[in-house]
């Protein structure tokens, strides 16, 4: 007996934990009835690529990585970041939620609104 309490705990050690992955694209859409009308919004032709592993979230573009956040269980995020628009550094902050894919992203200084519409529902 005293034999098979030593077994379960080290049984338990090697199960490995399920890693939890998903990855898609989207593009960047202009939401011109929410942007400020003065404002010279610009439109992106380039797609984005989203990470979900676990609960962190990776946004990248062709230029490189984003950022990085830690997604809470429900799956909401708001993370502000800076990014070159052109040779512009544009403040914006991506709002929404990671796990349903329904984001925007807000040009804080423009006021220009965006809309992040998935391209593809590929699952890691």
């Not at 380039?46 to 990470?51: R, T």
């Not at 946004?59 to 070159?84: E, M, Q, W």
């Not at 984001?103 to 529902?121: F, G, H, N």
Request: net charge negative.
């Amino acid at each position: 007996m005293r034999n098979l309490r030593m077994i379960i705990p080290m049984a338990l050690i090697a199960i490995p934990t399920a890693v939890s992955a998903e990855t898609w694209t989207a593009w960047v859409f202009l939401d011109e009835e929410r942007s400020t009308s003065e404002s010279n919004c610009l439109q992106v032709y380039y797609p984005y690529a989203f990470d979900l592993t676990d609960n962190t979230f990776t946004a990248t573009n062709p230029l490189g990585k984003i950022f990085s956040i830690t997604v809470p269980p429900d799956g909401a995020i708001r993370k502000a970041y800076t990014h070159f628009e052109g040779s512009q550094l544009a403040k914006l902050e991506m709002t929404g939620n990671v796990k349903s894919r329904e984001l925007d992203i807000l040009d804080t200084e423009k006021r220009c609104y965006y809309k992040v519409t998935p391209d593809s529902w590929d699952e890691d």
